[in-house]
Each structure stands twice: as structure tokens, then as C-alpha cells.
């Protein structure tokens, strides 16, 4: 898959998230002026938007974490529209956007969350790689890690995450699982060769350094799960496909210093 189709099925996910705001809009305030409903204020009425949104959301089998997106989109905007925010709230948002986003700008790595039907997929590989240890690559809120660890208490799980919130609450979300443990620190900064399967879902931009870093690190026999981006020059040894969700490409460490490259071309 070329690099750009992520970013195009991005943006298909962003037309979808405003259809569904448009037509519960359409659907919220054409009641209104036909007289279905009676307004007790255009606030209401924008908060009544808000859930029109997200059941629709759920009826379409959107993304979870589309419906608290949807419930405060449009009374945000008609609360910045209006300037009934305190000056002070814009700082505290900036703030607050900046602990959960923390070095996007420089790693071009923005949070990403995981389907339910990615990780039941990642849970058959896990089953069948069968590692001894596990590293998540940028694990943002630990749902990866969280949900592998409690179905495979045998194997050591391990996260890193330089992001502040994300990291703490992955770490309240693995506190009871003894076989998970979260790193406030750049993976960039370690070495893979401990790991026997590593997952990373980052984006385009990193890619080449991260398989420069699997072969460099690596030890033989190992394997990297990179969900939705390729990495360059590499061929994975298998592509799993899941209705609904990106591809996850499987890379296996041939031999010392090297991965599976693809031939070179006469």
C-alpha cells in the first residue's frame, strides 16, 4: 500500500465525522424551524445536536472516540463564537492539548488509538509469534499493552511514551497487571535487541529510522508489527487485513544486521 492511502483514508474519516455533524444538524435545527420541537435556547438545541451526532455515530459503527468529539463540537463553537469563554480557558486548553500531544510537532507523530478489531488481531499474532517479550513503540494510553497483558500473563510487556497524560493514564490502566510496565521516555533511546516482538504505530515520516533501528537492533528471528505504514525497503513477511481498520505488516529479522530486504532490481 502506498504511503499516501493512510493519509487519504485520514481524510475519508475526517469527510465522515462532518457528514455525521451535518446531518444531525440538518436534522436538529430543520425540526426545529418546522415546529417538531419546541427551543428552549440555542444552546439546548446545539447540545441536542450533539447527541443526534452520536447516536448517529453509534448506528454507523464510527469510532468511540468520535461520540465525546461529537457530543461538544458544535456548543464549543457556538461558545467561541459567542465569547462566553474566559480569557484564562484558552490557556488552560493550550496547556492541556500540549500535555497529551507533548513533541508531535518534532516527532510528526500524532496519538493514535487502536480498534477493537486490531487488537483481537494483534492477540492471534501475539498467540502465534509466541515472544517472550513485547514492546509497544509509542504506546500512547496503553491500550495496546493493557488488553495483551491481561490475556497473556506469561510474557513481559513493556511501553514507552513521552507524551505526560497519555503515559499516566496508561499507567493507571495497567496498575493491577504485573506483566505490563510503561516508560515515561522515547523509544528512540533504547535498544529492541531484548524485545522478541516489537509494535509501533506511528506514521509515514518515521518509518525509515525505525527500520534502520529494527535492523541495527533487532536480534534474528524477531519481529515488528507496524500498524497501517510500511516501512521502506522492506518486504513484510505478511499483511494482515481487518474488515473495517488499516493493515498491520509483519516484518521478521532475517539474520544479524539485515531484515528481509526486497531484491535489487538488474
Known amino acids: 500500500m502506498p504511503e499516501s492511502e493512510p493519509l487519504a483514508s485520514s481524510g475519508v474519516m475526517m469527510y465522515r465525522f462532518f457528514v455525521i455533524q451535518g446531518v444531525s444538524a440538518l436534522l436538529v435545527f430543520g425540526g426545529s424551524k418546522l415546529g417538531l420541537w419546541s427551543v428552549p435556547s440555542l444552546i439546548f438545541l446545539t447540545l441536542f445536536q450533539g447527541g443526534i451526532a452520536v447516536l448517529l455515530t453509534l448506528l454507523v459503527k464510527g469510532p468511540k472516540w468520535w461520540l465525546p468529539l461529537h457530543l461538544v463540537f458544535l456548543p464549543a463553537l457556538w461558545t467561541l463564537a459567542h465569547g462566553t469563554l474566559a480569557a484564562g480557558w484558552y490557556g488552560a486548553g493550550f496547556v492541556g492539548l500540549g500535555l497529551v500531544y507533548w513533541n508531535t510537532f518534532q ?12 487488537l483481537a488481531e494483534l492477540d492471534r499474532l501475539v498467540r502465534e509469534v509466541a515472544p517472550r517479550s513485547f514492546v509497544d513503540l509509542g504506546c500512547g494510553t496503553g491500550t495496546v499493552l493493557c488488553a495483551l497483558a491481561a490475556h497473556h500473563p506469561d510474557i513481559r510487556f513493556v511501553g514507552y511514551e513521552v507524551a505526560p497524560v497519555p503515559w499516566l493514564i496508561g499507567k493507571w490502566k495497567s496498575r493491577a497487571l504485573t506483566n505490563c510496565t510503561l516508560h515515561r521516555k522515547s523509544f528512540w533511546n533504547i535498544s529492541l535487541s531484548e524485545f522478541d516482538l516489537a509494535y509501533a ?23 515488528l ?24 505488516y ?14 535489487v532490481s538488474s
Open 107 to 118: 516527532s510528526r507523530v500524532p496519538l493514535y488509538l487502536t480498534h477493537r478489531e486490531t
Open 201 to 223: 504505530f506511528l506514521s509515514p515520516v518515521p518509518m525509515p529510522a525505525l527500520r534502520q533501528k529494527m535492523i541495527r537492533e533487532m536480534r534474528p528471528g524477531t519481529f
Open 225 to 248: 508489527v507496524s500498524n497501517t505504514f510500511k516501512m521502506p525497503g522492506m518486504f513484510p513477511c505478511r499483511t494482515c487485513l481487518t474488515e473495517g481498520t488499516m493493515p498491520l
Open 250 to 263: 509483519l516484518y521478521r529479522q532475517e539474520g544479524s544486521g539485515h531484515g528481509r530486504m526486497p531484491p
